[in-house]
């Protein structure tokens, strides 16, 4: 039997003889049961044999149907469609600022085929459905791509920098790219590297929770993002996001510094071995530091170049040394990041095989699994053997920015750099990723 609103078998045809649609008022009689309410669409993974429909209360109930069940349809109603507004009229004392969509639950609604989130609404859409931003700048908006952020590659961080450093040469006031969060702190540190020193802030921003779920904080964290990119004193790439549970905390971090610590709690995001750059509250943006690269200041390199031939690898204990030369063989890789333990260790087994690595020329680069304090190799023999063997201590750079530094640097001096080059780079702050000793954030 073939597959009727995502139902099959019986259930789709008592729906089809009945010429129920989804959305549709219906009865479900079964025995002395009736069951009213609208249908719904079956999940994909759902169980065959039911039939879900939305009830009076807002409670969704599946009915299982047997071969004396049968449907009723009470009411017919025309499919609702989303149709927005047009966007408001352009003034001529409000900043310009760019919305590019990339994908992510900002820019997504509930799939009632599957139960789960996709990617549905357009960067217009965004626009349309916040009308607060229109009384903050002129908004632009367009979709650049719709991917979810587990499948970006590096390049795509490349297609990004190079919208928006045409957004730059546009002359727009600032840019806000709606992004997936699951990755966001990736893309943030490759486009500070990609958009060094640039002339207006380039904000990413995300949400945890849909925009058609009552708890979303898709509107909220939109509207601040465009707050920052319109009117901050600073010319960076940061991340805009909730800063706890509560909508009147929004923080804004430094591109190289933010770390995705929580799976779906709004303030999911955080800066590490550093505070926020800055808030937004109910009363406005307060910036919480002075060391920033200024707005429209000088000294604007645009270098969008990434080479994937680079690795990060987490240690753990039994892990065979060996793995790395078959990584490094098989991918062809010009740099690998290790996260090691504490201040910067892996297991002494490892020397030798570290040794022949950077020996060939490979740049071997070491991180800490810990997410705040410093790498610090020179405390025990373990780690001072290590750096004999070329292992490169990464001070405090986040794991997951050493990597994308790595790739950018990488792209950067090309096939024939050497070694030594590579070294004096990673460890020149270039973007606010290397910093001084810090205390985890209470």
Same mark, same amino acid.
């Given at each position: ?7 099959s ?14 959305? %549709?008022?219906?009865?479900?009689r079964?025995?002395g ?6 249908l719904?669409?079956?999940? %994909? ?10 009830? @009076? ?24 469609a ?15 600022v760019?919305?590019?969509s990339?994908g ?19 960067? @217009?859409? !965004?626009?349309? +459905?916040?009308?607060e931003?229109?009384?903050?700048a002129?908004?632009?908006? %367009?979709? !650049? ?14 297609q990004?920098a ?5 957004i +730059? ?7 806000v790219i709606?992004?997936?969060?699951d ?18 802030? &380039? ?24 707050e920052?990119?319109s009117?901050?004193?600073?010319? %960076? ?16 971090h430094?591109?190289?510094?933010v &770390? ?17 750059? @800055? ?7 307060? /910036?919480? *530091? ?9 000294g604007? &390199? ?13 240690f ?13 063989e ?7 990041? !290790? ?15 570290l040794?022949? !690595? ?25 780690g001072?053997?290590?750096?004999? @063997? ?39 702050? +270039?973007c ?5 000793? *810090? /205390?985890?954030?209470?």
């Amino acid at each position: 039997m073939a597959e009727y609103f995502g139902y099959s078998g019986l259930a789709a045809a008592l729906l089809r003889e009945a010429g129920a649609s989804v959305g %549709e008022e219906v009865e479900v009689r079964r025995g002395g049961q009736v069951f009213r309410g609208y249908l719904m669409a079956r999940y %994909e993974f759902g169980e065959p044999g039911i039939i879900v429909l939305k009830m @009076a209360n807002g409670y969704n109930i599946g009915v299982r149907v047997d071969e004396r069940s049968k449907v009723v349809k009470l009411t017919e109603v025309k499919p609702p469609a989303f149709n927005p507004p047009p966007p408001p009229t352009p003034r001529e004392e409000l900043p310009r600022v760019s919305i590019i969509s990339t994908g992510g639950t900002i820019a997504s609604r509930i799939d009632y085929r599957t139960g789960g989130v996709r990617a549905a609404l357009s960067a @217009a859409d !965004l626009v349309s +459905i916040v009308p607060e931003i229109g009384e903050i700048a002129n908004i632009s908006a %367009e979709i !650049l791509m719709q991917v979810y952020s587990e499948n970006l590659t590096p390049a795509h961080w490349t297609q990004m920098a190079i919208r928006v450093d045409q957004i +730059i040469r546009d002359g727009f006031e600032g840019a806000v790219i709606a992004h997936g969060t699951d990755t966001m702190g990736y893309t943030a540190a490759a486009l500070s590297f990609a958009l060094q020193k640039t002339p207006i802030p &380039v904000v990413l921003v995300g949400a945890q929770r849909s925009s058609d779920r009552p708890s979303s904080d898709a509107a909220t964290n939109l509207i601040a993002a465009v707050e920052v990119a319109s009117k901050a004193p600073f010319g %960076e790439v940061v991340v805009c996001m909730h800063g706890w549970h509560s909508d009147d905390l929004i923080h804004i971090h430094r591109g190289t510094r933010v &770390v995705k610590l929580h799976t779906s709690s709004r303030g999911a995001f955080q800066s590490v071995n550093a505070q926020p750059m @800055a808030v937004r509250t109910p009363e406005g943006l307060k /910036m919480l *530091t002075n060391m920033y690269h200024p707005r429209n200041g000088d000294g604007y &390199v645009f270098q969008p170049r990434f080479d994937d031939r680079a690795m990060l690898v987490k240690f753990y204990p039994g892990m065979k040394p060996e793995s790395l030369e078959v990584l490094v063989e098989r991918l062809s890789l010009r740099g690998l990041v !290790l996260e090691g333990t504490g201040l910067g260790h892996v297991a002494s087994s490892f020397i030798p095989v570290l040794r022949k !690595l950077t020996g060939s020329g490979l740049f071997v680069g070491m991180t800490s699994q810990c997410r705040h304090g410093w790498v610090n190799m020179n405390v025990y023999d373990n780690g001072r053997d290590l750096m004999r @063997a070329g292992v490169v201590p990464l001070e405090d750079m986040l794991a997951e920015t050493a990597l994308v530094k790595l790739m950018w640097v990488l792209g950067k001096l090309g096939e024939k750099a050497e070694v030594e080059e590579v070294r004096e780079m990673m460890l020149t702050d +270039i973007c606010g990723e290397i910093g001084g000793r *810090t /205390m985890p954030q209470q």
